[in-house]
């Protein structure tokens, strides 16, 4: 299996622009989790889904982002729009039972907001 | 409130020294698991080890080894005979039972000079 898959690898994009980051968890995965990891605060949650469907979107800083999983097979964050204290490593990660098991991250999207 | 502490930000050590990098945790649940992940320069994150609650065996992987102590709420981490690949900054991570919702420390730093 290729792993988790993120795109982009890099984002640079003015204050006020939308962004949109992807993710397609591995084959066969129930859970899917975005977290972003910044200096200051390090790995957060921001939410989860389960079959699809959203668990925890408490970790979601505020209304300027939003996350959907239309299938199994693919996820997207969307910020918008976004604010230079919105720069972070994003990450996608996928679990094939529940999170108590080890989840599987992507190698994450830097996003740079100017 | 589940935590996790890791008091050392940044470790140095010289090529074959051994270190040990130390995780305190703090939660209500009587249910959790624990999980150690490496973040190379590259900027991935890597599952090394879980651990359930309910089990306090230590474990050695190689050069690798974990303490869990429940009586101290600890989790440790060693390397033996370190090595320059070994740089990285290491997190240790704590699944809450109910939610499963995965709470990261800080991080420490880890490098090793040849």
């Known amino acids: 299996d290729a792993g988790v898959i993120q795109s982009p690898r890099h984002e640079v994009t003015e204050m006020g622009q939308e962004v949109t980051l992807r993710c397609k968890p591995i084959s066969g995965h129930d859970y899917l989790f975005w977290y972003r990891q910044t200096m200051m605060r390090g790995l957060e949650l921001l939410i989860y889904?389960?079959?699809?469907?959203?668990?925890?979107d408490s970790g979601m800083p505020e209304d300027r982002f939003s996350a959907k999983m239309p299938n199994a097979s693919f996820s997207t964050l969307k910020i918008q729009p976004s604010e230079p204290r919105d720069s972070a490593v994003y990450f996608c990660?996928?679990?094939?039972?529940?999170?108590?098991?080890?989840?599987?991250f992507g190698q994450g999207t830097r996003l740079t907001v100017v | 409130a589940q935590k996790v502490t890791q008091a050392q930000t940044e470790i140095s050590v010289v090529e074959k020294e051994d270190v040990t990098l130390d995780c305190v945790y703090e939660t209500r649940d009587t249910t959790y698991y624990l999980f150690w992940y490496k973040q190379p320069p590259s900027g991935e994150l890597v599952f090394l080890i879980r651990r359930n609650s309910f089990d306090e065996q230590n474990e050695i992987s190689g050069r690798y080894s974990w303490n869990f102590q429940k009586s101290t709420s600890s989790f440790n981490f060693t390397i033996t005979a370190s090595q320059v690949v070994d740089s990285a900054v290491y997190f240790c991570a704590l699944s809450e039972g109910r939610t499963g919702k995965l709470i990261f420390g800080q991080g420490t730093e880890l490098s090793v000079k040849p």
């Open positions: 990660a996928s679990s094939d039972r529940d999170l108590r098991t080890e989840a599987f």
């Open positions: 889904f389960n079959n699809n469907v959203p668990i925890d």
